[in-house]
């Protein structure tokens, strides 16, 4: 089984500042791991994925994600927000490379930038 | 990527009616998949949608609540049959075809009354 964890429902930044969502991962066989953005009344897009590789892997505009198998962690940073980051971002684990079996999300984690 | 559409994009809906909600995509793919948001909450998958075979249900749904028709390669549908306020929810779609990402169709708003 596997399972996500997402530290922060909500995480407030300045326009300007960095802004980190922490992902925790659980699970008994390699993962694969997803970032997906939901802006407000919109379906998920893909932020970026870590499948095997690189573990710091970029993605859409200007986030990135380090996979730290040690840590368990896939946390999502991107170095200086903007007001059209306002979101809420899941984390989401799989056992395969597309996704292509069962997605498991986290909560989600709503992130709010001020000007 | 590819395209994805869903209808409606919101509805109301009176308690122990029907809706069934489609799902179009502008390429032929191998997967689709239903999932459910209930407000404030995180997804959970429905049910995984095959062509020409019976829909995978999760735990916790069953067919007789949620059938699902996936009649070719670019459509589905899923019906929420009825319908009590705790259906409210956002129903999303998302496809998959082989090896590549799941993506997201817009959402289903649904509120039961």
């Known amino acids: 089984a596997q399972s996500v964890t997402q530290l922060g429902s909500h995480v407030s930044v300045s326009e300007g500042a960095l802004v980190l969502l922490r992902c925790n991962y659980s699970?008994?066989?390699?993962?694969?791991l997803f970032w997906y953005v939901q802006y407000p009344n919109q379906g998920l897009q893909l932020l970026l994925k870590?499948?095997?590789?690189?573990?710091l892997v970029k993605g859409i505009n200007g986030f990135e994600a380090e996979f730290k198998k040690s840590e368990t962690s896939f946390h999502l940073t991107k170095p200086s927000a903007h007001m059209s980051d306002a979101a809420e971002y899941f984390c989401a684990v799989s056992v395969t490379p597309s996704g292509y079996s069962t997605l498991t999300f986290g909560k989600g984690t709503m992130l709010l930038v001020s000007p | 990527s590819a395209v994805i559409s869903q209808k409606p994009s919101r509805d109301i809906c009176q308690r122990g009616t029907s809706l069934t909600i489609q799902c179009q995509v502008d390429?032929?793919?191998?997967?689709m998949f239903w999932y459910r948001q209930q407000p404030g909450q995180s997804l959970t998958l429905i049910a995984t949608?095959?062509?020409?075979?019976?829909?995978?249900?999760e735990s916790g749904f069953v067919i007789d609540k949620f059938p699902i028709s996936r009649p070719n390669l670019t459509f589905s549908t899923l019906t929420v049959s009825n319908m009590s306020p705790e259906d409210s929810s956002i129903y999303l779609c998302?496809?998959?075809?082989?090896?590549?990402?799941?993506?997201f169709g817009p959402g289903t708003r649904l509120l039961v009354l």
């Open positions: 998302s496809v998959a075809h082989l090896q590549e990402t799941q993506y």
């Open positions: 870590y499948t095997t590789g690189a573990t």
């Open positions: 699970s008994s066989v390699p993962p694969y």
């Open positions: 949608a095959n062509q020409g075979s019976e829909a995978t249900y």
């Open positions: 390429s032929q793919v191998t997967m």
